[in-house]
């Protein structure tokens, strides 16, 4: 239709009128345009091929393939359809055996135990998250550090390896929140552990 309009679509008399620089210059810029289109098209298709992004069903085109979806978006949906806690953990034990957890991974984790009101089985996930060397964001140490510290559960070992990620500012964010201390001073009041109480407060 361009071609047509600018009478590029065949020769006439005014073919010499469309030659200037100018008219040239359009046209090429036309063409090449359709060219990196194409191109770039045809790359998104062999990368979709290649990485399982797209798969055909008996419904059409499936955007997103199993494989790319990841434990956190797994966890989700089958906690949608089942809310059972020991299934998500079924699942996270089964995706450890040929894949490496992340941050948002434990975080739904333990989200869900929160949920479900089993917040202490969340403390389970401790080990793993220093097995991977997971670095936590404020949320998940904030998760982590309720938990442990809580007295229906205390768990005085996690909360003191966490105490001591907050001394040592092994951590992305700025640790110096009064909540974390709090939660640290009345866990180690309830095992009345005196020591800890001290080197909180310091």
């Not at 949320?139 to 550090?145: K, P």
């Given at each position: 239709?361009?071609?047509?309009?600018?009478?590029?679509?065949?020769?006439?008399?005014?073919?010499?009128?469309?030659?200037?620089?100018?008219?040239?210059?359009?046209?090429?810029?036309?063409?090449?345009?359709?060219?990196?289109?194409?191109?770039?098209?045809?790359?998104?298709?062999?990368?979709?091929?290649?990485?399982?992004?797209?798969?055909?069903?008996?419904?059409?085109?499936?955007?997103?393939?199993?494989?790319?979806?990841?434990?956190?978006?797994?966890?989700?949906?089958?906690?949608?359809?089942?809310?059972?806690?020991?299934?998500?953990?079924?699942?996270?034990?089964?995706?450890?055996?040929?894949?490496?957890?992340?941050?948002?991974?434990?975080?739904?984790?333990?989200?869900?135990?929160?949920?479900?009101?089993?917040?202490?089985?969340?403390?389970?996930?401790?080990?793993?998250?220093?097995?991977?060397?997971?670095?936590?964001?404020?949320?998940?140490?904030?998760?982590?550090?309720?938990?442990?510290?809580?007295?229906?559960?205390?768990?005085?070992?996690?909360?003191?390896?966490?105490?001591?990620?907050?001394?040592?500012?092994?951590?992305?964010?700025?640790?110096t929140d009064p909540d974390f201390c709090s939660f640290l001073l009345n866990a180690f009041h309830h095992q009345g552990l005196s020591g800890d109480i001290i080197n909180v407060g310091r």
């Amino acid at each position: 239709m361009y071609l047509y309009k600018f009478g590029l679509h065949h020769k006439s008399h005014l073919e010499s009128k469309f030659q200037t620089p100018y008219h040239i210059r359009v046209r090429q810029n036309y063409l090449s345009k359709n060219r990196r289109t194409a191109y770039i098209y045809k790359r998104t298709q062999m990368r979709a091929d290649h990485f399982g992004t797209t798969k055909q069903t008996s419904q059409g085109l499936k955007v997103g393939d199993d494989k790319q979806i990841s434990l956190s978006q797994k966890i989700q949906q089958l906690w949608n359809k089942e809310h059972n806690l020991d299934n998500l953990f079924r699942k996270y034990r089964t995706y450890l055996i040929n894949a490496v957890p992340s941050s948002e991974d434990f975080k739904t984790l333990v989200l869900y135990c929160k949920i479900s009101g089993q917040q202490h089985r969340a403390l389970s996930l401790w080990g793993d998250i220093c097995k991977y060397a997971i670095i936590m964001d404020k949320t998940l140490f904030d998760w982590m550090l309720r938990t442990s510290c809580n007295t229906s559960f205390v768990h005085i070992d996690i909360a003191r390896e966490l105490f001591q990620m907050m001394e040592n500012k092994k951590l992305d964010f700025d640790p110096t929140d009064p909540d974390f201390c709090s939660f640290l001073l009345n866990a180690f009041h309830h095992q009345g552990l005196s020591g800890d109480i001290i080197n909180v407060g310091r």
